[in-house]
T-cell receptor, first 112, second 112 residues
Framework: DSGVTQTPKHLITATGQRVTLRCSPR?????VYWYQQSLDQGLQFLIQ???????AKGNILERFSAQQFPDLHSELNLSSLELGDSALYFC???????????FGNGTRLTVT | GDSVTQMEGPVTLSEEAFLTINCTYT??????LFWYVQYPGEGLQLLLK?????DKGSNKGFEATYRKETTSFHLEKGSVQVSDSAVYFC???????????FGQGTELSVKP
């Protein structure tokens, strides 16, 4: 158990809809990262937050947004969903910006 | 930009065989290097890491040495077990924010 909690584990929704994925980092970790894992793209970095502030942005679509709250949990919002958004979405956390990342078990999103 | 290249899988071995999974990287500066393992249905787990040239990371019988001259971080294990069957990811941590950049993953299947 990595200590990183992601909810829900599975999500099935229709095209055009909006969903919110939630992540609770390990106790004491200030950094939160979001990754998308798909068969064709592999593991793609989406966005990083550190203590509530956006730290780095990767290949995140404009339809996607995220935030980190004062209690350090994070949410990833995906809107106007398309079939191609179907993937595993992982959250990871670390103590400091250059510490190893610890991953949650992911949320599997299926867009129909 | 920074990138990681791994040997393509799947790799199929018999129990007790020797394992090598090749990983090379391209990066500015001297990034930290990692191997993560993903078992079916689970998130990524940190397997080992190395933070500077000639460092050897090791864990659970797996080893990898940070080779700056060949920009490589190959994963090795002397005698694999069926329980080692998983997908292995090589990654580097960039120097600007701490996000991980992953290779495409190598699936390992160990047969009894």
């Amino acid at each position: 158990d990595s200590g990183v909690t992601q909810t829900p584990k599975h999500l099935i929704t229709a095209t055009g809809q909006r969903v919110t994925l939630r992540c609770s980092p390990r106790s004491g970790d200030l950094s939160v990262y979001w990754y998308q894992q798909s068969l064709d793209q592999g593991l793609q970095f989406l966005i990083q937050y550190y203590n509530g502030e956006e730290r780095a942005k990767g290949n995140i679509l404009e339809r996607f947004s995220a935030q980190q709250f004062p209690d350090l949990h994070s949410e990833l919002n995906l809107s106007s969903l398309e079939l191609g958004d179907s993937a595993l979405y992982f959250c990871a956390s670390s103590v400091e910006w250059n510490s190893p990342l610890h991953f949650g078990n992911g949320t599997r999103l299926t867009v129909t | 930009g920074d990138s990681v290249t791994q040997m393509e899988g799947p790799v199929t071995l018999s129990e007790e065989a020797f394992l090598t999974i090749n990983c090379t990287y391209t990066a500015t500066g001297y990034p930290s290097l990692f191997w993560y393992v993903q078992y079916p249905g689970e998130g990524l787990q940190l397997l080992l890491k190395a933070t500077k040239a000639d460092d050897k990371g090791s864990n659970k019988g797996f080893e990898a040495t940070y080779r700056k001259e060949t920009t490589s971080f190959h994963l090795e294990k002397g005698s694999v077990q069926v329980s080692d069957s998983a997908v292995y990811f090589c990654a580097l941590m960039d120097n600007q924010g701490g996000k991980l950049i992953f290779g495409q993953g190598t699936e390992l299947s160990v047969k009894p």
